[in-house]
C-alpha cells in the first residue's frame, strides 16, 4: 500500500515534443506528491508538488495533473529540450514533514 | 530552494574500514534529515530518519550498527558506514526536511567505492 508505481521506466521524446510521465498510488493517506529531477551523480532537485485539492499545477514548462479519484498523477513537460535528458522521480507523503516514497523513476531522453 | 552540501563528494575505501559521510543544511537549521541509498539506475531508497538531538529511526532491514547516524546539530548529520564491504558500495544521498515550503532538499550526494 505504501507502493508508488512509475511509469514508462524509459522515454525518448524530439525536441519540442511533450513527454508525460505517470504515477499511481494507493495509500489515501498520501496528500503531498512532488516530482524531482536527477542528472546523474546529482541528487534529486525538486521539480514542481502538488497537493489533492487542485486537479492541475503549472510552473513554466512543467505541469501535473492530479486525478484524485483514480488515485494517479502525472508530469508533462512542454516545449522539451535537450538540457531535460534526466531521470524523474515521482514521489508522495503524508504531509510535506512525513517521509517520501518514491517512484520506481523515469529516464527521460530528449533528441534533437 | 535550500541549500545542502554532502561531504566527501567520493570516496574510495578498503573493505573493512569505516567511512564518514557529512550532510549539511547551508541555509536553515533542519531538525530532521534523511539518508537514502540508491544503487545505479534505481531509485531512492530511504535508509533512516535523523533527528536532531535523538536516536536516528531505521528502515526495516536496515543496520543501525552498520550505518551510524548522528545528528548534533540543526545544520549537520553524519552516516558511518562501518567496515564496509563491496556491496555497500553505492551512492549515498542525505535531505533535509524544512526550508522553504516546508519540503525535503536533497544533497548532491556521495560516491562510495569500497575495493
Known amino acids: 500500500q505504501q507502493q508508488v508505481k512509475q511509469s514508462p521506466q524509459s522515454l525518448i521524446v524530439q525536441k519540442g515534443g511533450i513527454p508525460i510521465i505517470n504515477c499511481a498510488y494507493e495509500?489515501?493517506?498520501?496528500?503531498?506528491f512532488p516530482w524531482y529531477q536527477q542528472f546523474p551523480g546529482k541528487g534529486p532537485a525538486l521539480l514542481i508538488a502538488i497537493r489533492p485539492d487542485v486537479s492541475e499545477k503549472k510552473e513554466g514548462r512543467f505541469t501535473i495533473s492530479f486525478n484524485k479519484s483514480a488515485k494517479q498523477f502525472s508530469l508533462h513537460i512542454m516545449d522539451s529540450q535537450p538540457g531535460d535528458s534526466a531521470t524523474y522521480f515521482c514521489?508522495?507523503?503524508?504531509?510535506?514533514?512525513?517521509?517520501?516514497?518514491f517512484g520506481t523513476g523515469t529516464r527521460l531522453q530528449v533528441t534533437l | 530552494g535550500a541549500v545542502v552540501s554532502q561531504h566527501p563528494s567520493r570516496v574510495i575505501c578498503k573493505s573493512g574500514t569505516s567511512v564518514k559521510i557529512e550532510c549539511r543544511s547551508l541555509d536553515f537549521q533542519a531538525t530532521t534529515m534523511f539518508w537514502y541509498r540508491q544503487f545505479p539506475k534505481k531509485s531512492l531508497m530511504l535508509m533512516a530518519t535523523s533527528n536532531e538531538g535523538s536516536k536516528a529511526t531505521y528502515e526495516q532491514g536496515v543496520e543501525k550498527d552498520k550505518f551510524l547516524i548522528n545528528h548534533a546539530s540543526l545544520t549537520l548529520s553524519t552516516l558511518t558506514v562501518t567496515s564496509a564491504h563491496p556491496e555497500d558500495s553505492s551512492f549515498y544521498i542525505c535531505?533535509?526536511?524544512?526550508?522553504?515550503?516546508?519540503?525535503?532538499?536533497f544533497g548532491p550526494g556521495t560516491r562510495l567505492l569500497v575495493l
Open positions: 535531505s533535509t526536511l524544512g526550508g522553504p515550503g516546508g519540503t525535503q532538499y
Open positions: 495509500n489515501t493517506a498520501f496528500d503531498y
Open positions: 514521489a508522495a507523503s503524508s504531509g510535506t514533514a512525513s517521509k517520501l516514497t
